[in-house]
């Protein structure tokens, strides 16, 4: 039978837009563009079904500084130029490569994950910390705070920006990973996968303040002692049970707040109704947190719908899940796709409010964990290493079910 989704993108190395003819080769020349260290993780879509403002359908992708010689870490994917089938798509620096220098700090330094609110608005997570899963011979650069960026999606404009204390994000530790919004309550929370203090950053916009819920079950372990983790036939297991939590998931209604590790199968929530009122201690958020048992694999990204079903990727079994809380054990989870090829580590989910969710899949595992074969093959011809995938959900964004909101020109 017919796969249930399309392969929109795929390239073996990323390639980006460059300003100037000889620029690339520059870079190269310099180091400042390795295309080895480059990899696409995030994404998002912005059009007129997501937002009224965003007049042309645009995707919105992210490659991690992980690693030095990324030119660019926030992109939006260049509209095919037609002609050539075999030139890869390009990468447009976004809003600019000069708004992305990695040698200063009030600069983007480095984009895990962005969510486009109905406004037209993108929030951008900049980790701050550079380098890290690769280090340089100067070594993991962690001379920049993390931050928040409100950027306008149809001028390109960053609005406004917020540094995150060091007592929220740990500046030489945190590795801020995905972000949901409560548009209502213009909130975002945000997964810190660092180290084995992984913890909820909860963002307030109106007041400018951020809070830090770490817990138990947001840490690697416990629970992830003994998660059996085997991707296309190599155990990674000891290599990634030390990563907490990763992918997270805002219910429709905006109450709760669902988490899992990048390293343990356990699913969790919270009251997001509690975690969101600053008032409220840990101690009473914490008593709130629910264990939904073992998923049938790890996810990399999740997202509800606003049908109030839950998808997550499944990196042992190159599969889509989705989910019904309540409805049934979260082991139970339905298989919606798979491919060994096409759904090889989804990294992150993306709405377009037609209808389907975006998914970005890069075999990151071949990256982040030498010494393990297989590793990343970038020589021209081969098997294609990251590709933006559309399945037909037959839902929209969480964020469209949230009260009094309304979700583009098309709501």
Same mark, same amino acid.
């Given at each position: 039978?017919? +796969?249930?989704?399309?392969?929109?993108?795929?390239?073996?190395?990323?390639?980006?837009? *460059?300003?100037?003819?000889?620029?690339?080769e520059?870079? %190269?020349a310099?180091?400042?563009?390795?295309?080895e260290?480059?990899?696409?993780?995030?994404?998002?879509?912005?059009?007129?079904?997501?937002?009224?403002?965003?007049?042309?359908?645009?995707?919105?992708? &992210?490659?991690?500084? *992980?690693?030095?010689?990324?030119?660019?870490?926030?992109?939006?994917?260049?509209?095919d130029?037609?002609?050539?089938?075999?030139?890869?798509?390009?990468?447009?620096?976004?809003?600019?490569?000069?708004?992305?220098?990695?040698?200063?700090?009030?600069?983007?330094?480095?984009?895990?994950?962005?969510?486009?609110?109905?406004?037209?608005?993108? *929030?951008?997570?900049?980790?701050?910390?550079?380098?890290?899963?690769?280090?340089?011979?100067?070594g993991?650069?962690?001379?920049c705070p993390?931050?928040?960026?409100?950027?306008?999606?149809?001028?390109?404009?960053?609005?406004? &920006?917020? #540094?995150?204390?060091?007592?929220?994000?740990?500046?030489?530790?945190?590795?801020?990973?995905?972000?949901?919004?409560?548009?209502?309550?213009?909130? +975002?929370? #945000?997964?810190?996968?660092?180290?084995?203090?992984?913890?909820?950053?909860?963002?307030?916009?109106?007041?400018?303040?951020f809070?830090?819920?770490?817990?138990?079950?947001?840490?690697?372990?416990?629970?992830?002692?003994?998660?059996? #983790?085997?991707?296309?036939?190599?155990?990674?297991?000891?290599?990634?049970?030390?990563?907490?939590?990763?992918? #997270?998931?805002?219910?429709?209604?905006?109450?709760? !707040?669902?988490?899992?590790?990048?390293?343990?199968l356990?699913?969790?929530?919270?009251?997001?109704?509690?975690?969101r009122?600053f008032?409220?201690?840990?101690?009473?958020?914490?008593?709130?947190?629910?264990?939904?048992?073992?998923?049938?694999?790890?996810?990399?990204?999740?997202? @509800?719908?606003?049908?109030?079903?839950? @998808?997550?990727?499944?990196?042992?079994?190159?599969?889509?899940?989705?989910?019904?809380?309540?409805?049934?054990?979260?082991?139970? +989870?339905e298989e919606?796709?798979?491919?060994?090829?096409? %759904?090889?580590?989804?990294?992150? !989910?993306?709405?377009?409010?037609?209808?389907?969710?975006?998914? %970005?899949?890069?075999?990151?595992? &071949?990256? %982040?964990?030498?010494?393990?074969?297989?590793?990343?093959?970038?020589?021209?011809?081969?098997?294609?290493?990251?590709r933006?995938?559309? @399945?037909?959900?037959g839902?929209?964004?969480?964020?469209?079910?949230?009260?009094?909101?309304?979700?583009?020109?098309?709501?």
């Open positions: 039978p017919a +796969a249930p989704y399309e392969v929109l993108h795929e390239w073996v190395q990323v390639e980006y837009e *460059w300003e100037r003819i000889g620029d690339r520059r870079a %190269l310099t180091g400042a563009f390795q295309p260290n480059n990899m696409l993780c995030g994404i998002k879509v912005c059009g007129p079904a997501v937002a009224a403002r965003c007049a042309d359908e645009q995707i919105f992708v &992210t490659v991690p500084r *992980w690693a030095a010689g990324v030119p660019a870490t926030l992109n939006r994917v260049a509209r130029p037609g002609g050539c089938a075999e030139s890869p798509t390009l990468l447009q620096p976004w809003p600019s490569m000069e708004a992305q220098t990695p040698d200063d700090c009030s600069k983007i330094q480095y984009v895990q994950s962005m969510e486009i609110d109905p406004d037209g608005v993108m *929030w951008v997570v900049d980790v701050g910390r550079k380098y890290f899963m690769k280090p340089p011979e100067t993991i650069d962690n001379k993390p931050k928040i960026l409100l950027i306008d999606v149809p001028s390109g404009e960053i609005q406004k &920006t917020w #540094i995150i204390p060091d007592h929220i994000a740990p500046y030489n530790a945190s590795f801020l990973n995905d972000i949901v919004l409560d548009v209502p309550h213009q909130v +975002a929370y #945000i997964s810190d996968a660092g180290g084995p203090n992984s913890a909820i950053v909860v963002f307030d916009r109106a007041a400018g303040t809070r830090r819920f770490e817990h138990a079950s947001t840490r690697p372990f416990p629970g992830n002692s003994g998660a059996s #983790i085997v991707i296309q036939g190599t155990d990674y297991s000891s290599s990634i049970n030390n990563i907490g939590t990763d992918a #997270i998931g805002l219910t429709p209604d905006g109450n709760t !707040l669902y988490y899992c590790h990048l390293g343990g356990t699913m969790y929530s919270v009251n997001a109704t509690l975690l009122d008032g409220n201690a840990d101690s009473s958020v914490a008593s709130s947190v629910v264990n939904h048992g073992q998923m049938p694999s790890n996810p990399d990204g999740m997202s @509800f719908g606003s049908d109030g079903k839950l @998808f997550f990727g499944g990196l042992t079994r190159d599969a889509l899940f989705r989910w019904q809380p309540g409805a049934a054990p979260v082991a139970d +989870a919606v796709a798979h491919s060994a090829a096409d %759904l090889w580590w989804i990294d992150t !989910l993306g709405w377009d409010n037609l209808g389907s969710l975006y998914m %970005l899949s890069n075999r990151l595992n &071949t990256f %982040l964990f030498p010494p393990h074969p297989p590793q990343m093959n970038f020589t021209p011809g081969s098997a294609a290493n990251f933006i995938v559309k @399945f037909p959900a839902t929209k964004s969480y964020m469209c079910a949230q009260e009094g909101v309304s979700c583009g020109s098309q709501a």
